[in-house]
């Protein structure tokens, strides 16, 4: 949930004219006819499960006078644990890809940053209203690459970051890959306070469907060349159809990240992208 999770946002402006967001929902192939369950015991036992987990957010940001949009498609696997009358869920991340709206432009992280990411067990609330159940996961605020008090803000100023190399690069943070075009790569090493809510619905099929709400922050902590050293403050889309969330019961043997991603394709939709891209 991603969620994701995990975003950059380049940080050069460059000719090519910023492409707009493509409809939403974004995923309209996954709305399906809602589970009926007898009461929360049922509820309870038909949910609890491993399931694969997939969800798209989408950012946005003004940069040097034009939109910056991003979408962030985490992907990985998801528990629901019952402890007697308690849902816990656990979320523990695989895979991470983005997309975003300038031709020709990418940043990426490799796997070993995103499985760092390793939010806290976290009851869920499970509610029933006119037959209908739903799932709402809190936030719970995850600190990656930064050590510190996970319920406080970021401090502003680099100095006060108390930073660890989470995905074991020899660097501070976590890092991020970005190309502007070809031949013009950097690397910039990021810290991050990743803060997201899930909501969803069970399904008649046994999927649960929703979306994924982020307050996420980060700070710049170094860069490979100054031209990627400036800060960015991306805010989510309010419009909950580009950030869906999808659970999909898994089968015994996906027992792990590597078969997880080996069926992504069958498991997953394809991940959007941008209009006239």
């Known amino acids: ?62 940069l040097r006078g034009a939109p910056m949009r991003t979408f962030v498609i985490s992907y990985g696997i998801t528990e629901l644990i019952r402890e007697g009358d308690t849902l816990l869920q656990r979320d523990r991340f695989c895979h991470a890809e983005h997309r975003i709206n300038r031709a ?45 008090d996970p319920s406080q803000p970021l401090p502003e100023r680099r100095r006060d970051l108390d930073t660890v190399d989470a995905d074991g690069d020899g660097r501070p ?11 013009l790569r950097g690397r910039v090493w990021m810290a991050r306070r990743e803060i997201f809510e899930a909501h969803l619905t069970p399904l008649a099929d046994g999927r649960l469907v929703g979306h994924v709400e982020d307050r996420s922050e980060q700070r710049t902590l170094g860069a490979s060349s100054p031209l990627f050293a400036a800060e960015a403050d991306p805010h989510q889309v309010e419009d909950p159809g580009l950030s869906p969330l999808l659970l999909v019961p898994l089968p015994d043997e996906v027992d792990g990240c ?20």
């Open 258 to 277: 590597d078969a997880l991603m080996a069926r992504a394709g069958e498991l997953f939709p394809e991940a959007p992208g941008f209009l006239g891209d």
């Open 173 to 183: 943070g976590i890092t991020v890959h970005l190309e502007v075009e070809p031949g």
């Open 104 to 148: 020709g432009m990418r940043s990426w992280m490799e796997d070993a940053a995103v499985r760092a990411i390793v939010p806290p067990d976290q009851p869920v609330r499970l509610r029933e209203e006119a037959g209908r159940w739903s799932l709402h996961r809190p936030a719970t605020p995850t600190l990656i690459g930064v050590r510190g």
């Open 1 to 62: 949930m991603k969620h994701s999770l995990i975003l950059v946002v380049l940080l050069l402006s460059c000719g090519d004219p910023a492409l707009p967001w493509p409809s939403s929902p974004v995923h309209p192939e996954l709305i399906g006819e809602p589970a009926r369950l007898a009461d929360r015991g049922a509820a309870l036992q038909r949910l609890a499960g491993r399931y694969g987990h997939y969800d798209v957010v989408a950012y946005e940001e003004v």
